[in-house]
């Protein structure tokens, strides 16, 4: 198909066609690389008109509803081209239309035979979305392929790419690899690519004809071998109805994967560090609550109760982590599990109190969380105490509500209500003050009218 449309354009010589063909291995490493499409168009006698003579289409991210290969490609829709064919001259962030009436945008390179006569662009097209992606991808896996006069675009890509490359024949022998699969190979004891046959050199046992045949089979593996940990790719790209090529890729991700297994090990660590904090802190508790057992001043058993809670409430955050093993929690998941253990461990069964959690689902710092925690659990507790002394019955409602650069939190009851001082010796209250102003760096604020209820708001900065 690529020869066919070569001669169609009736421009090029064979030795150029040649070039050509190099230039579809390339364009398919450079568009599995990068996942864009590329394409490589050819001028054809008509000068306001040349052909797209192959396009290496990625299979998720395309902007082409199909292979646009043998489609014309005119001046009006793609002047970058036709710029870089006329000037040899490469051409980048160049608007365009495609052929599916598409804006996009156009890095072109211009690729040139024997007598240095432009024969073939090779285009990577992206749109705005893709454009940041483009230029940090592109820029960092294959930086100075714009730069110098080397002949062979094939070498300008490939030496460029972190990724060990090697190009196999027809015949299923190696006639390409670059430095990196040199280097990579002469670590594992292989002196020489060039020449070698695929069954050689593949990581696994495969014949070279059942690559081509079955591609998706080999498609993407990680391969162990000596002290590397390799991921390894087959890709068959089709110079015509009845010769396919296979290109091996082959990504050292011997360190990454180092990293994730010790990434792993740390974070089951940091669980069990969590899961031991928050068990010291309950055998506090339990402590406690033996002590508490044995005071007979009433006052003193109420500090005791206080304190329990407050204990608690820290070893929820502690709990959390202990399951996750990472650092941020979710703040309404942690709200939930607090009323939880505090209705079932404090309210008077007698008492019909209903806690209500709503509002936005969003995570913080765990160091946050436990001061988020602590300063509902005062709240919490004071209205449990205080707020029902003449009911049997009543709601205490939690409202979670994410901003920008704070988020607040709502904690209304509709109980007896109390008066709001701006001075108090409850201790409740100057933790409660001292957390949201030092911890949270946010603002109190307290509203209460007698016989409808209070409602305590504190925000915190994200």
Known sequence: MLKLLCKIC?????????????????????????????????????????????????????????????????RI????????????????????VTQEKANVLQNILPIFNSLDEVI??????????????????YNKKSTGILIGQIDSLKDRVTEY??????????????????????ILYEKLGVPSIVGESF???????????????????????????????????????????????????IKDITEEKKYEEELKLKTVFIKEIHHRVKNNLQTVASLLRIQKRRVKNLEMKK???????????????HEILSTTGIDTISIKHIL???????????????????????GDEFSI??????????????????ATEHAFTTKDSGNVDIKILKGETFSKIIISDNGVGMEVKKESDSMGLLIISSLVKDKLKGNLEIRSKKGKGTTIEFDFKN
């Open 120 to 137: 073939c662009t090779v285009i990577i097209e992206y749109n705005e979305q893709q454009r940041e992606f483009f230029e940090k991808e």
């Open 199 to 249: 069954e050689n050199l593949y990581f696994e046992r495969a014949k070279y004809n059942d690559i081509v045949e079955d591609p998706e089979k080999y498609k993407q593996k990680e391969v162990r071998i000596l002290d590397f940990i390799l991921n390894v790719q087959c890709l068959v790209s089709k110079i015509n109805e009845n010769i396919k090529r296979v290109t091996l890729i």
């Open 77 to 96: 829709d793609e002047p970058a081209v036709f710029r870089t064919f006329e000037t040899g001259l490469p051409s980048r962030n160049y608007k365009a």
């Open 161 to 182: 790419i972190n990724d060990g490359i090697i190009i196999f024949n027809r015949n299923g022998h190696a006639t390409y690899a670059n430095k990196v699969a040199k």
């Open 365 to 382: 710092s765990s160091d946050k969380a436990t001061s988020v925690a602590l300063v509902v659990n005062e709240i919490v507790q004071n």
């Open 336 to 358: 939930e599990i607090l009323c939880q253990n505090y209705f079932k461990n404090n309210i008077d069964k007698s008492k019909k109190i209903e806690f209500n959690i709503v």
């Open 303 to 317: 500090i005791l109760d206080e304190t329990i809670n407050r204990i608690l409430s820290i070893a929820i955050t």
């Open 10 to 74: 009736a421009t090029l010589s064979p030795a150029d066609i040649e070039i050509v063909e190099q230039m579809s291995n390339v364009a398919t490493i450079l568009g599995n690389i990068l996942d864009m499409d590329v394409f490589l168009d050819c001028p054809t006698k008509k000068e306001d008109e040349a052909m797209v003579v192959f396009h290496a289409r990625p299979e998720k991210n395309s902007l082409y509803t199909k292979n646009i290969a043998g489609e014309i490609a005119y």
